[in-house]
Nanobody
Framework: QVRLVESGGGLVQAGGSLRLSCAVS????????MGWYRQAPGTRREFVAN???????DYADSVKGRFTISKDNVKNVAYLQMNNLKPEDTAVYYC??????????WGQGTQVTVSS
């Protein structure tokens, strides 16, 4: 059974930093494409960043230069380092493995709140 568990969210002032973690069990990050998404109240879930099995990364324009996605293939944990946070970054953040043996997996989400 595949399980993704996010952690590291919290309340931070604008300009601050947080590091989110996504602990994966039942699937191997070294073999998988995975991503981070976020959803603010009343909005659609949106793409934040992704990383391929080989380590190539991509980011939404709104977070480029501020967020960094990475992974530890030994620990099987993915990370999202978020710097210079803005109030508009407030959302529930989810990690995702879109295709492991034909199925799409999401974590339960972690709340990030940025105060102005």
């Amino acid at each position: 059974q595949v399980r993704l568990v996010e952690s590291g969210g919290g309340l931070v002032q604008a300009g601050g930093s947080l590091r989110l973690s996504c602990a994966v069990s039942g699937a191997l990050l070294r073999l998988n494409f995975m991503g981070w998404y976020r959803q603010a109240p009343g909005t659609r879930r949106e793409f934040v960043a992704n990383i391929t099995s080989g380590g190539t990364t991509d980011y939404a324009d709104s977070v480029k230069g501020r967020f960094t996605i990475s992974k530890d293939n030994v620990k099987n944990v993915a990370y999202l380092q978020m710097n210079n946070l803005k109030p508009e970054d407030t959302a529930v953040y989810y990690c995702n493995i879109p295709n492991w043996r034909g199925a799409n997996y999401w974590g339960q989400g972690t709340q990030v709140t940025v105060s102005s």
